[in-house]
């Protein structure tokens, strides 16, 4: 069982960063991938990053490259996603997710885990 807790989001104007956090508790975290997702109003759930917490190694779609990152502290069980130059289409409801396995998961249904979502919301 993994418990997932985001923290971080907010109002926020366009071109400037926002850190999410995604507070975890699990029994082990060895193999754990932990994904990041957006859901804006009317539209699908959007995979937008994805991290080993083992190893540290990330994935991202190309959509989202060079302004996501996704990062975890292992000290803290905490996973981040920071997210600059926010555009107005980055508001969205934003979601961490969790599963054990060892490839990148990138489709919602391949998680099992879910966090209650942070919103984001970016003024033009």
């Known amino acids: 069982q993994v418990q997932l807790v985001e923290s971080g989001g907010g109002l926020v104007q366009a071109g400037g960063s926002l850190r999410l956090s995604c507070a975890a508790s699990?029994?082990?975290?060895?193999?754990?991938?932990m994904g990041w997702f957006r859901q804006a109003p009317g539209k699908e759930r959007e995979f937008v990053a994805a991290?080993?917490?083992?190893?540290?190694?990330?994935y991202y779609p190309d959509s989202v490259k060079g302004r996501f990152t996704i990062s975890r502290d292992t000290a803290k069980n905490t996973a981040y996603l920071q997210i600059d130059s926010l555009k107005p289409e980055d508001t969205a409801v934003y979601y961490c997710?969790?599963?054990?396995?060892?490839?990148?998961?990138?489709?919602?249904?391949?998680?099992?885990?879910w966090g209650q979502g942070t919103q984001v919301t970016v003024s033009s």
């Open positions: 997710a969790a599963r054990y396995g060892t490839a990148f998961f990138t489709r919602s249904f391949d998680y099992i885990y």
């Open positions: 699990a029994r082990t975290f060895s193999t754990l991938i």
């Open positions: 991290i080993r917490w083992s190893s540290g190694s990330t």
